[in-house]
């Protein structure tokens, strides 16, 4: 049965906390567990963020990002951090948080106004193609469902100089799968689950692709039956769902490896 994490059977923080913001922690906390089973981790780098609500902020610009120096298995709903678009630390807490996460992620979750939820990630999938002249190719099942959908940025090194953020939006323009030339992975989304289901699907065509050309040459997928592949992908589109019901299987199966995220 589908128990919704919005009502989640330990508190996860202070009971005087707008619910609003106790479910996009429990939801996060939830998230990087979920990473973390899927093995799309990085030692204590790399980060998920979500965008508060306006209803917890009162139209301020505020997200929730990662302790630094915690893997992603002892990341819980209580000890994430609440930042500004400075990287300033609104919540008290005595966990730092590494510049190169806010610098990326707050120039996307200013500068979109749809980017609720912005995910990085190091696979080697994901750096793999992200370092292969041309980048992803039109190959595979996965590749497919992406057409349209996939944006690049070129790389600037490591990611904690503020000015690289108008650029980034600018190679990122409206497209919800990035990929970090020489870098790795990056997804945004409408919610954390959409933009899961978004992240998946690029690193499984970053898979599938990496197997395929260590074979020998790929099999190239036409533009019409790519665009009708995205135009039929319903697991991004809201309406159906956007990707909440993949999540939700997700974290039922981390709850009955460890819930200590809800703490």
Known sequence: MNTPLATPAVAPVRSAMHPDEQEARLQLAACYRVFAMLGWTEMIYNHITVRLPDSVTGGEKQFLINPFGLHYTEVTASNLVKIDLQGKVLDGSRHPVNPAGFTVHAAIHDGLPDAHCVMHTHTTAGVAVACLQGGLQQTNFYSAQLHD??????????????????????????????????????????????????????????????????????????EDIARKCTRDALQFNPKHGGGQDVFDALVRQVDRIDDSYKH
Request: glycine share 8%; hydrophobic share 45%.
């Open 149 to 222: 959908m996939v944006a690049y940025h070129a790389f600037e090194g490591i990611t904690i100089h503020a000015d690289e953020g108008p650029r980034l939006l600018k190679s990122i323009g409206n497209r919800p799968a990035v990929i970090l030339r020489n870098h790795g992975l990056l997804a945004w989304g409408q919610t954390l689950p959409q933009t899961f289901a978004i992240l998946w699907t690029l690193q499984r065509a970053c898979e599938i692709q990496m197997a395929t050309l260590s074979m020998g040459v790929p099999i190239p997928v036409s």
